[in-house]
C-alpha cells in the first residue's frame, strides 16, 4: 500500500493492467512499450497522488479509461499507434501544464479537454486527422499549439449534448502552428474565427489555394509564415500589423498577386 512507483516497462507478457485501486500512494505509473498491452483498468484513472502516468509505445492499445487525477502533472500516450480518442477527464485536472502527443493516430478530443484548465501548450506531430472540441476556448491559460504532419485538421466538434454551449469566440491562444496539416480552403473562416487573437500563424506545407479577405480581422497578427503552399494562388488580404510575412516556394502564387501584396507592404511601411 505504500508503493509510490510502479514500472512494468518493455513487459512483452503483459496483456492488461489489473485493478489497483489498493496503491492509493502511487506517484509515478509506467507501461512503457508494452506492445502487447490491450486493456487498462479503470482504477488506474482514480489515482488521487499519481503525478507521472506514460504509456508510450503501447502499439495494440486501442482505447484508454476516463481519468480523473487531480494531480497529474505528466501524461505520455505517445507512439500508441492504435488509439484513436483521447480519454474523458472527469475533473479538473490543474498540473499539466503541457501536453505532448507524437505519432499517435489521435481523431477527436472529447468536450471534457476543458478540464486541463491550466494547460499552456499543446503540441502534436504525426497524430493523424485532429479534430479538437469546441471546448478548447474555455482553456484561459492555453497560449500555443503546434500541430505538425497531421493528416488532416478537422474542424472543432461541440458536444451537442454537453448542457453548456460554446459560442465561437476567439480563444486566448497566440501562436498556432498548423504545418503540414492538408488545410484547405474550407477550414479559414474555423480557424480565424476560433484564433482571431493568434500572434505567430505558421501554415506551411498545406494545400489551401488562397488566403482569404477576412484574414485582416486578426489584427493582433504579427507573423506569418506560408513556405511551400504550392497550391496557393490567390493572397485576398493581409493583417494590418503584420511584421513578418514569408511565402517562399508557393509556385502556383501568380506575378500579379505577388506584386500586388509588395505594394500593399510598401504602402503599410509608409503609414
Known sequence: MNLTVLKFDGTECLTKIPDISSLQNLEKLTFEC???????????????????????????LTSFPPIKLISLEQLDLSSCSSLESFPEILGKME????????YTPLKEFPFSFRNL?????????????V?????IVMLSELAEIFALGCKGWLLPKQDEN???KVSLVSSNVKCLCLSGCNLSDEYFPMVLAWFGNVKELELSSNSFTFLPECIKQCRSLKLLN?????????????????????AGNCKSLSFC???????????????
Request: net charge negative.
Open 34 to 60: 508494452c506492445e502487447n498491452l490491450v486493456a487498462i483498468h479503470d482504477s488506474v484513472g482514480f489515482l488521487d497522488k499519481l503525478k507521472i502516468l506514460s504509456a508510450f509505445g503501447c502499439s495494440k
Open 95 to 102: 498540473n499539466i501544464t503541457q501536453l505532448e502527443l507524437k
Open 117 to 129: 484548465a491550466r494547460l499552456q501548450d499543446l503540441v502534436l506531430v504525426d497524430c493523424g486527422n
Open 131 to 135: 479534430q479538437l472540441p469546441s471546448s
Open 162 to 164: 454537453d448542457e453548456q
Open 226 to 246: 506560408l513556405d511551400n503552399c504550392e497550391h496557393l494562388r490567390e493572397i485576398r488580404g493581409t493583417p494590418p500589423n503584420l511584421e513578418y510575412f514569408s
Open 257 to 271: 498577386c505577388s506584386a500586388m501584396l509588395l505594394d500593399q507592404v510598401v504602402f503599410n511601411c509608409i503609414l
